[in-house]
């Protein structure tokens, strides 16, 4: 008979914090490797269930099934691609004229600085030569190495990840016999939910992303058509798939927009709408599309989600930021399940307890 040791809580929490610890030390030291197979295990989540369609009820075999899924997975990704490029063609074409309005850009933007902050406009760019002699000078080479560095990663990526959620779903039921080897039989029913419940949240998830993507991407297009921006329908499935980026993909979408805008005219006064129309999709994103899309299917708080995406942010980059919703939502389908875990899963949880009070008990004591 196996015999159960009760801790006390300071050594259950010491034990739970030196878990995380080396789990974190592990995640950083192997990144390389982890990243590319949790994105794959995501993928193929969302794809596990065109491949029960064509290897369960169409009788393909698991290899072509598997094969079929990967295949129209990177269709999809291979035609957002293609015609952003063909996009771009278009923006390339007006390469002199972006040039030309953006000398002109930039000397309104001189003389805004001479009127109201006395600066001539030789200090302003003397300034500007001696900072980026200074930045060539100490980081151009680091720079351009890890660009190349970069590139070649991303390469890579794109080469193993397809590979990953082609033998994801391959094993599927491998993996899955094997989780239930580590466990006791009495609880198997309840991994089996487990995994059925983390399948749900995943699609969900994602699913959800790809809704926020389209909403956000016709959004920012209708509000740049109606300011009168050229390739209104690229920037605008652009800043879609750059929101899925946390804090920093909107950012780097509304540079690109600014930029592609130098087209068509340098006017300052089409910058300003671009800024106000940016503001009021992210007012519109944060405020009604993400509680009522994202955080209604992850159910996770908001406290908690910006904490996971700072430290997915810092361990792993953009990939980290990416991932780190959905692990949250399995570590907190996981922990809803166990018993001795179960308040951190109420803790990373989405309720909201209309109100909570101490009931203290009052004891006499007897002299």
């Keep these: 008979m196996i015999r159960t040791i009760q801790l006390p809580f300071y050594a259950k929490l010491s034990l739970i914090l030196i878990s995380l610890i080396c789990f974190a030390t592990i995640f950083c030291m192997g990144k390389d490797i982890i990243t590319p197979v949790l994105m794959a295990f995501l993928f193929a989540v969302l794809l596990l269930p065109i491949f029960t369609l064509l290897n369960v009820r169409l009788k393909f075999p698991r290899h072509l099934a598997a094969i079929i899924c990967v295949l129209i997975f990177a269709a999809f990704i291979v035609g957002i691609l293609v015609f952003i490029s063909y996009q771009v063609k278009d923006i390339a074409n007006d390469f002199d004229t972006i040039k030309k309005n953006t000398n002109v850009f930039i000397t309104e933007i001189h003389k805004f600085v001479k009127d109201n902050f006395h600066v001539s406009i030789g200090e302003q760019k003397k300034y500007l030569d001696t900072v980026t002699k200074d930045s060539v000078k100490n980081g151009g080479v680091v720079t351009l190495g890890s660009a190349l560095l970069s590139m070649t ?3 890579i990526d794109c080469t193993i990840i397809p590979i990953y959620t082609f033998l994801f779903l391959l094993y599927k039921d491998h993996f899955i016999l094997f989780l239930a080897k580590l466990v006791n039989k009495e609880d198997h029913s309840t991994l089996k939910a487990i995994l059925a419940q983390i399948r749900v949240s995943i699609n969900n998830y994602i699913v959800s992303l790809l809704l926020e993507m389209i909403v956000v991407s016709v959004l920012t297009g209708l509000g740049l058509w109606i300011v009168g ?20 993909g909107i950012t780097i979408a509304g ?32 405020n009604l599309l993400v509680p009522l899309i994202i955080n209604s299917k992850v159910e996770i708080n908001a406290f908690v989600s910006i904490i996971g995406i ?6 792993a980059g953009i990939s980290g930021m990416f991932l780190a919703i959905p692990l949250l939502a399995i570590l907190k389908i996981i922990f809803e399940r166990i018993e001795s875990l179960e308040p951190w899963g109420y803790l990373m949880g989405n309720h909201m307890p209309k109100k909570f009070t101490w009931r203290i008990r009052k004891v006499k004591v007897e002299n």
Excluded at 234 to 241: P, V
């Design 255 to 286: 540079a690109i927009t600014l930029l592609a805008t130098l087209s068509g005219t340098p006017d300052t006064s089409i910058f300003l709408s671009i800024l106000l129309v940016n503001v009021v999709v992210q007012l519109i994103d944060n």
């Design 153 to 155: 990663d991303l390469l």
């Design 229 to 248: 921006v050229k390739y209104f329908v690229l920037l605008g499935l652009i800043t879609g798939i750059l929101n899925l980026i946390p804090y920093i």
């Design 310 to 315: 700072i430290v997915g942010g810092a361990a």
